[in-house]
């Protein structure tokens, strides 16, 4: 496989922030062409933004002669669009009290040159020919990094990518076939509910006493007595039987815990919505073929899914918060 290329700028929008450095035009020019909640967009703002999109969309069709491509008002939309997103962005970075860290930020960049064998210098000239600073582009990963956070709380589920889907994705690039969805296991599980707006002392105890039945199953207690008896999720009557079930349909969170099981094995405990659960495999995954990838290059495969999976959950919950937001648009 041709080595895989990621992208070193995670999204336009934090490319067109940065253009907000620009120098100042005169104040009298400056007028407000939208309110969102108590912040406002001038028309400095917008014409800051619109500057580099109009920068960026000649670029493209430089490289893509004959494509279609935004004309002038569209692109003042999208300019418009992009900062009202920013700022219901940063508004609610600012409500959470959301912050990342410089040493969050440098693991990121050493991860994400490791993924493509990058060096210090290398990596400094990747972003120099796209016009970025190692500075700038700090600024960028930054936001991605808030962004993360703040899908992670508010989506409240984690994106993990698994070996399989790491495998379904390489083998579809390379025959152009969509991927095998099929594989499937046969599990049980134990679910103890969290109540209800529960304090954190009480769901802390709710965890503990899954971790206490945990223990009982691996040290082999028979699983299924353990379900009947003090499991209140789906198959409880069953001795915790959940029948067949495709991994693509499982919560990223289950998907990673059973990952490395073996049939018989009992899974860490882990929270799901509403519940802590632990899970026990009765029988294999149907397993792909070897895939041959290194794992340099399923390290890049992993790193552009999260991006795009966390990427499409951002996009839906900020969909959300716009409109329920307070917008006024003026022009």
């Known amino acids: 496989m041709s080595r895989l290329k990621l992208s070193l700028i995670p999204m336009m929008c934090c490319a067109l922030a940065l253009a907000l450095g620009a120098a100042p035009a005169k104040a009298e020019e400056n007028r407000v062409v939208a309110v969102v909640g108590d912040d406002v967009i001038t028309s400095l703002d917008l014409d800051k933004i619109l500057t580099v999109l109009e920068a960026q969309v000649a670029s493209a069709a430089a490289e893509h002669p004959g494509e279609k491509l935004p004309n002038k008002p569209q692109m003042r939309r999208m300019a418009l669009e992009r900062l009202i997103e920013d700022k219901i962005f940063d508004q609610e970075v600012k409500r959470a009290n959301i912050t990342v860290t410089p040493p969050e930020i440098d693991h990121y960049i050493e991860r994400l ?14 972003l120099s020919r796209r016009g970025l600073t190692p500075d700038e582009y700090k600024q960028d990963l930054k936001r991605e990094l808030l962004k993360h956070k703040l899908v992670e709380r508010n989506v409240k589920s984690r994106v993990v990518i698994s070996d399989k889907e790491v495998d379904d994705y390489y083998r579809s690039q390379q025959t152009g076939q969509a991927p095998d969805a099929k594989s499937e296991l046969r599990l049980r599980a134990v679910f103890l509910s969290i109540p209800a707006k529960a304090t954190p002392a009480a ?3 709710v965890r503990k006493q899954a971790e206490e039945l945990r223990k009982k199953a ?6 299924a007595e353990l379900a009947r008896r003090y499991s209140q999720g789906p198959g409880a009557t069953q001795g915790g039987e959940l029948g067949q079930i495709s991994e693509s349909d499982m919560l990223p969170e289950m998907r990673q815990a059973l990952g ?16 802590y659960v632990f899970m026990q495999i009765m029988n294999p995954a149907t397993q792909p073929s070897a895939s041959g990838l290194r794992p340099e290059q399923r390290e890049q495969i992993r790193v552009k899914l999260e991006h795009e999976a966390l990427e499409k959950r951002f996009r839906e919950w900020l969909t959300d918060l716009r409109s329920k937001a307070y917008v006024k648009i003026m022009e």
């Open 113 to 126: 040159k490791a993924a493509n064998q990058l060096s210090d210098d290398e990596f400094a000239a990747q």
């Open 203 to 205: 769901e802390e105890e």
């Open 218 to 223: 691996a040290s082999g207690d028979n699983f």
């Open 260 to 275: 490395q099981l073996k049939p018989g094995q009992v899974s860490q405990v882990i929270k799901v919505p509403g519940s």
